[in-house]
Structures are given as C-alpha cells and as structure tokens.
C-alpha cells in the first residue's frame, strides 16, 4: 500500500482551477479499486492518498495522469500495515 502525500506548489487559486478535473481522476482510480482513502490537509496545503498495493512504475502512471501534477510535488511512501484497528483489518490484505 501506497501513502501519497501531495503539497501544494501554486497558490489554491491555481489549485481550485484544477478540482474538478482532480476530484474525475480520483473517482476514476475509485472505481478501478486503486484508491482507498484520500482528503485534504489541515491546514490546506495539499492532500493525503491511500492506494492499494499496486506496482510502484503502475502507480507513477496513474499519478502522472493527475490534473494537480501541475500544481503540486508528490511525496510517495509505501508501506505494509501489519496491525490496524478491527473496522480497518481489510487493510491489511491490500
């Protein structure tokens, strides 16, 4: 599983410019099983993504396609939950 933190590099005028493209891409790797959760930062400085286990060069591709790829700089962490609370125990076989 994948944590794919996104910081904002433009002003939120740039960014909000490129929501609604965003939030179609988003609902596109929704519904192909890519994406688990995802949201803003507080304070909003950019947004947090939660992926399944996928290839890292097949995660790049799907990034790649993001409107905010303009906008923002992509820090990428995977790792493999090994303990999660019992309402989140699915996570561990992502």
Known sequence: ??????????PLEKVEALLDGHIAWLQKHYAAGDFVA?????????????????????????LEQDPFVAVANYSITEFVPSMTSENLSALKSL
């Open 1 to 10: 599983m994948f944590i794919v933190d996104l910081t904002y590099e433009e």
């Open 38 to 62: 995802s949201g803003r930062k507080v304070p909003r400085t950019g947004g947090i993504i939660l992926t399944k286990s996928l290839p890292r060069a097949e995660l790049d591709k799907i």
